[in-house]
T-cell receptor
Framework: KQEVTQIPAALSVPEGENLVLNCSFTDSAIYNLQWFRQDPGKGLTSLLLIQSSQREQTSGRLNASLDKSSGRSTLYIAASQPGDSATYLCALWNQAGTALIFGKGTTLSVSS | EAGVAQSPRYKIIEKRQSVAFWCNPISGHATLYWYQQILGQGPKLLIQFQNNGVVDDSQLPKDRFSAERLKGVDSTLKIQPAKLEDSAVYLC?????????????FGSGTRLTVV
């Protein structure tokens, strides 16, 4: 059974700092990996999707990497801003490619 | 493009009562998902529909939870009777195709509190 773990559970940083969020999974036979952002009281917004054949994806200040052999993914946020404060969720598509298996998330707080 | 609509936004009920949530997916999206997100946890899939047929309901507590998607559009999720541990945010999502990431979009969710 696939399990997804995210470390740390919470993170507080000053504005402008570069930071890394970690995601690990138990079964390397994954389909795709996706990073989401969740703001309080709102739904999930997709940030980056890494297909199983890829090693990284970039969007603006965000860079996500995938290492299937070690069962790890990282989300790198450059030059953090207060608007980046949210919960970041890592999710794997199940082997059938039909639904997502989520980690518990990392709650990020960026202070100005 | 309108997003995934859910109602109500909030609901407070007593244990053993029943409750229903409604979801209207993005127009044209064939696949609809219901997820349960307990405080401090990631969302967990409850049920997946492809048009009006159930694809996966393996994690749906069928003794108390039920869901339907009439005419392959709107969907309702019902809990009867509710338990304290059902307190959570119920998220609906839809996509154009089963699997992959064809326009996978989440609604804002319904926050249920069972007292």
């Amino acid at each position: 059974k696939q399990e997804v773990t995210q470390i740390p559970a919470a993170l507080s940083v000053p504005e402008g700092e570069n930071l890394v969020l970690n995601c690990s999974f138990t079964d390397s036979a994954i389909y795709n990996l996706q990073w989401f952002r969740q703001d309080p009281g709102k739904g999930l917004t997709s940030l980056l999707l890494i297909q199983s054949s890829q090693r990284e994806q970039t969007s603006g200040r965000l860079n996500a990497s995938l290492d299937k052999s070690s069962g790890r993914s990282t989300l790198y946020i450059a030059a953090s801003q207060p608007g980046d404060s949210a919960t970041y969720l890592c999710a794997l598509w199940n082997q059938a490619g039909t639904a997502l298996i989520f980690g518990k998330g990392t709650t990020l707080s960026v202070s100005s | 493009e309108a997003g995934v609509a859910q109602s109500p936004r909030y609901k407070i009920i007593e244990k053993r009562q029943s409750v229903a949530f409604w979801c209207n997916p993005i127009s044209g999206h064939a696949t609809l998902y219901w997820y349960q997100q307990i405080l401090g946890q990631g969302p967990k899939l409850l049920i997946q529909f492809q048009n009006n047929g159930v694809v996966d309901d393996s994690q749906l507590p069928k003794d108390r939870f039920s869901a339907e998607r009439l005419k392959g559009v709107d969907s309702t999720l019902k809990i009867q009777p509710a338990k304290l541990e059902d307190s959570a945010v119920y998220l609906c999502a839809s996509s154009t195709h089963r699997g992959k990431n064809y326009g996978y979009t989440f609604g804002s969710g319904t926050r249920l509190t069972v007292v």
